[in-house]
């Protein structure tokens, strides 16, 4: 199955792209997802805190934020969209 990732902000620098395209194997998860994305020990730091996301970060699944729908364990789908940006406060 292929699910499509798009990064935001200073992401679009860490991962030297706006959008990437994986295959994965069926039932594989946003963790799983996340591992492979993961491919450097700086990618890693800027993702992960020990073995939780950092909380300054948002995912979304097809518009929906993933805390929503089962945190990392959420299991991915052919022709899933993913949008991981940072949390972006003001006022």
Do not use: Q, W
């Not at 994305?37 to 020990?50: A, F, V, W």
């Not at 996301?53 to 805390?67: A, D, Q, S, T, Y």
């Amino acid at each position: 199955m292929n699910v499509r990732i798009k990064f935001y902000a200073y992401l679009r620098d860490i991962f030297v792209t706006k959008e990437k395209e994986i295959e994965l194997d069926s039932g594989a998860s946003l963790a799983d997802l996340l591992d492979i994305l993961c491919s450097t020990p700086e990618r890693r730091k800027e993702i992960y805190d020990g073995h939780r996301l950092k909380p300054h970060l948002v995912i979304f699944k097809n518009g929906v934020n993933i805390l929503n729908i089962g945190g990392l364990a959420v299991e991915l789908k052919d022709g899933d969209i993913l949008n991981i940006f940072p949390f972006i406060g003001g006022g």
